[in-house]
């Protein structure tokens, strides 16, 4: 249930990515070479090589099978922590109560852009390493949007915050 137009663009952003990561599977797969790595040097490890396989599509598959499962237990944790009351804080009415649970699906969907931005690359990364046009995941982009992840949560706490001060 998607309440304001914010939450409803990150959602359709994070349906877009899913959907570029399938396409660039459906893509990609027919012309990968026969021989490829089936998985990355992410520590300076040589990657591990073997024929091309349908196993591949593990890759997008993993991706909308963890944002399907993040949603669906951060929906969850959201409706729970709505039904119990807070003992250390007077009750919410329903308009503060509506504000904190938009702040954070929009909160789950914008970490889960970033989320599906790492996986993209790492299977563009594999995509490029097959077609030996790149040696590895670029280390400094994963940095970065893991950064941008971690980042989020200050930002999400602070804005909660700001909420409790108009109560």
Not at 20 to 49: C, D, H, I, K, T
Not at 77 to 102: A, C, H, N, V, Y
């Amino acid at each position: 249930m998607v309440k304001n137009k914010t939450t409803r663009l990150l959602l359709y952003a994070n349906i877009l990515l899913l959907g570029v990561s399938w396409l660039m599977f459906f893509y990609a797969y027919p012309r990968l070479p026969s021989r490829m790595p089936l998985w990355l040097n992410f520590l300076g490890q040589e990657p591990m090589e073997g024929n091309k396989s349908p196993f591949l599509v593990i890759y997008p598959l993993a991706q909308t099978v963890c944002w399907l499962l993040f949603v669906a237990i951060a929906r969850w944790e959201i409706q729970r922590k709505e039904r119990r009351p807070s003992q250390e804080k007077p009750p919410i009415e329903d308009k503060m109560r509506g504000l904190l649970s938009g702040l954070k699906t929009e909160f789950v969907y914008l970490v889960l852009i970033f989320f599906n931005l790492l996986f993209i690359h790492i299977q563009r990364t594999l995509i490029l390493v097959a077609h030996r046009q790149q040696q590895g995941v670029d280390v400094y982009y994963f940095a970065v949007i893991t950064a941008v992840i971690v980042m989020l949560i200050p930002y999400y706490r602070i804005r909660v915050k700001l909420i409790d001060k108009i109560r």
